[in-house]
């Protein structure tokens, strides 16, 4: 395939929540919180565009609040754009909020049956890869009790596992590898760089500048809700941490 092909595009995309306060106390509070209602508008994207291609690795920065994760969600459908366009070419992995997507009184086991359905896959062949998800995640023994019971490193390992075994083009992750430990790290790191030999197109957030360095082709610094800067990624952290960083 073509390693220019852009599988990852959006065009003036923004995106508004309505902010909502519960708490009325009464009918004439109530009505007065509705008149008010319109005016308690959230616009966290602001005019987003990008294009990520086959291939590339790119990554986000950006200050708490700057529209990062909300893009992220566009982009995996979580969220539908206010206005704007997405377009996606292929098959994504979304790895975003920490145990997102998976329900807590359902098993490891069962959730990962869950998950590969909704990320495409058919039951038999989430079945014929179930092993290999378990192994990658080092979660033999805890495989067949509620996830509920797990630790973040077990959510972390878990998900990460399940988005890299679904023959995905395009792999989403938000800050998850933060709570893994540094040997799971060390494997994430190694499943990425297979992946990315293959083709593979990754759009990650991270805080963690060495992580970007070590990984990204690209870096975009996202502000107040739009792209304030993007370039390769030690210029662009570099501006972004400031002389101190």
């Known amino acids: 395939m073509n390693s220019s092909e852009i599988l990852l595009e959006v065009k003036d995309l ?14 004439k509070t109530a009505l007065l919180w509705w008149k008010k209602r319109r005016l308690e508008q959230l616009e966290v994207l602001k005019g987003i565009d ?11 920065v950006g200050r708490n609040g700057a529209g990062k994760s909300t893009l992220l969600a566009l982009l995996s459908r979580i ?10 070419h292929g098959r994504i992995a979304p ?3 920490l145990g997102a997507g998976f329900h807590p009184d359902l098993t490891g086991l069962e959730n990962i049956l869950f998950n590969g359905m909704i990320m495409g896959l058919s039951r038999k062949q989430v079945k014929e890869r179930t092993d290999q998800i378990v192994a990658f995640a ?8 509620p996830v509920r019971t797990y630790s973040s490193g077990m959510l972390a390992r878990l998900g990460f596992s399940i988005a890299t075994h679904v023959d995905a083009d395009i792999l989403i992750v938000d800050e998850v590898l933060a709570v893994g430990d540094y040997a799971f790290e060390q494997k994430c790191y190694a499943f990425i760089d297979e992946f990315r030999a293959k083709q593979g197109t990754i759009l990650f957030v991270s805080h963690n500048a060495e992580a970007v360095k070590r990984v990204a ?11 304030y800067r993007e ?13 101190e960083g």
Not at 50 to 60: H, K, S
């Open 217 to 227: 082709d690209r870096c975009v610094w996202l502000q107040d809700g739009r792209v």
């Open 79 to 88: 969220y539908k754009p206010t206005s704007g366009t997405v377009h996606v």
């Open 14 to 27: 923004r995106k508004t929540f309505t902010l909502s306060h519960s708490g009325a106390g009464s009918l």
């Open 138 to 145: 080092e979660l033999e023994r805890q495989i067949d009790t």
């Open 50 to 60: 990008l294009q990520v291609r086959r291939g590339e690795c790119v990554a986000l």
């Open 231 to 243: 370039g390769d990624p030690p210029s662009v952290l570099h501006d972004y941490q400031g002389p």
């Open 95 to 97: 790895l975003l909020e």
